[in-house]
């Protein structure tokens, strides 16, 4: 095996990460030595047993970043602090007992939601943004529809008003990015977030932020991080979700009943994408409390971890089958593992959403194909959400259904 660290950037991301997953385990086993922007190392688990191992264990692979061994040499203008964060107050950097009670307070919060209002504002939302395209015959489904979509979902559930949706998705969209424009997206994200945590602590209504207000046992400080994390993590992830299923439906041949009518196949195309294309590639992070060995690797106290999703999806170690993995198989780690998984109510909250929009899609647009050569499409620059740039397609044009 090699030691020379890989870069976690550039554009093999964009066309190939699947090879250059490989090509990583081959030269490097299951763990990776890896460099962040401004040569920053860390370390990229590709192994499902491994990954596994260390999300299972959040005492030794800690989510406290203040335990990083790297932070003096890390500039305040570092644009991946926004997503691997120094002194966060949110749930994500939340270890022990006090992430175990925030954790239960997001929930207690998304499991109210009422299924029916949040299918009926899935359903709206997803109309008004096909209105908006259907008389043309051409749209892009990434950029005027799934980029638009789960967001004004979110902030229609924790009590934004809707015109407040398009400057979320800019703020979301540069903040995930991890390039110049990310930490002036944080604090866009932050101000709404604390606006809306204030007016709700003034008048409680019947949205999700009120009612992690009304637990009781949190700051106004520690909600408002909570929903910038509950935003990220809910938004691009699932219009990603959407784009990549939309892709998958119109590319390849198993799921062409979807586009006439066949409602299984969307449910079988969701989950092909979560263990062969899955939106969240890559996740920080986690760091080691202490020196330790992982598949033969030196880690030591401070170390940086990173969860290499999408190359464990793919481990040839566990894949020995890959047909028994898709269809209703659900072991993937597109929404994580352990303490620090996904909430399944915020999962079931993004399924729906997601599958809304997709069976809007096929609902309202016939004869929906493709505009250009499938092979010209293009993913989004970055090692951790893997996204299409655009979606374009063309259909026979039809009528809006105006203010449903």
């Not at 692979?61 to 964060?85: A, E, F, K, T, V």
């Not at 207690?108 to 997803?126: G, N, Y």
């Not at 969860?307 to 566990?318: R, S, W």
């Amino acid at each position: 095996m090699t030691t020379e660290a890989v870069p976690l950037s550039g554009s093999r991301f964009q066309t190939e990460p699947a090879q250059l997953y490989r090509e990583m385990r081959r030269d490097h086993g299951p763990v990776a030595p890896v460099l962040l922007d401004g040569g920053v190392p860390a370390w990229l688990v590709l192994g499902y047993r491994e990954l596994h191992q260390v999300t299972g264990d959040p005492v030794l692979y800690s989510r406290d970043s203040g335990l990083s061994n790297q932070w003096d040499s890390i500039p305040d203008d570092w644009p991946l602090l926004p997503m691997i964060g120094r002194e966060q107050p949110s749930i994500l950097y939340t270890v022990g007992e006090r992430h175990h009670q925030r954790a239960g307070m997001i929930g207690k919060a998304l499991e109210a939601v009422d299924p029916s209002a949040l299918r009926r504002h899935s359903e709206r939302f997803a109309d008004e943004l096909i209105d908006a395209v259907c008389t043309t015959g051409t749209a892009d489904l990434v950029g005027q529809y799934a980029m638009l979509l789960p967001v004004r979902v979110l902030a229609k559930l924790y009590g934004f008003p809707d015109d407040q949706g398009t400057g979320l998705v800019t703020a979301l969209n540069d903040m995930i990015d991890g390039r110049e424009r990310a930490l002036d997206g944080q604090r866009h994200l932050a101000q709404s977030m604390a606006e809306l945590v204030a007016q709700r602590h003034a008048e409680p209504a019947d949205d999700v932020v009120s009612r992690m207000l009304a637990d009781g046992g949190f700051t106004e400080e520690e909600v408002m991080q909570d929903l910038m994390v509950m935003t990220a993590a809910g938004h691009q992830p699932t219009a990603d979700w959407i784009g990549n299923s939309l892709r998958l439906m119109l590319t390849d041949d198993r799921f062409a009943a979807s586009l006439f009518g066949g409602r299984n196949s969307v449910a079988e195309a969701m989950n092909e994408v979560l263990w062969e294309d899955t939106p969240t590639q890559n996740v920080a992070g986690r760091w080691a409390s202490r020196d330790t060995q992982l598949a033969g690797r030196q880690i030591r106290a401070g170390d940086l971890v990173l969860l290499g999703l999408q190359a464990a999806n793919a481990d040839p170690q566990v894949r020995t089958d890959a047909s028994a993995f898709t269809g209703g198989n659900s072991a993937h780690f597109s929404f994580g593992h352990g303490d620090h998984r996904c909430p399944f109510p915020a999962q079931e909250i993004a399924e729906v959403i997601a599958r809304t929009a997709i069976e809007v899609v096929l609902d309202r647009l016939p004869d929906i194909d493709l505009a250009v050569p499938a092979e010209s499409l293009t993913r989004r620059p970055s090692p951790w959400l893997r996204g299409l740039t655009e979606l374009p397609v063309r259909f026979t044009p039809t009528p809006a259904l105006g203010g449903n």
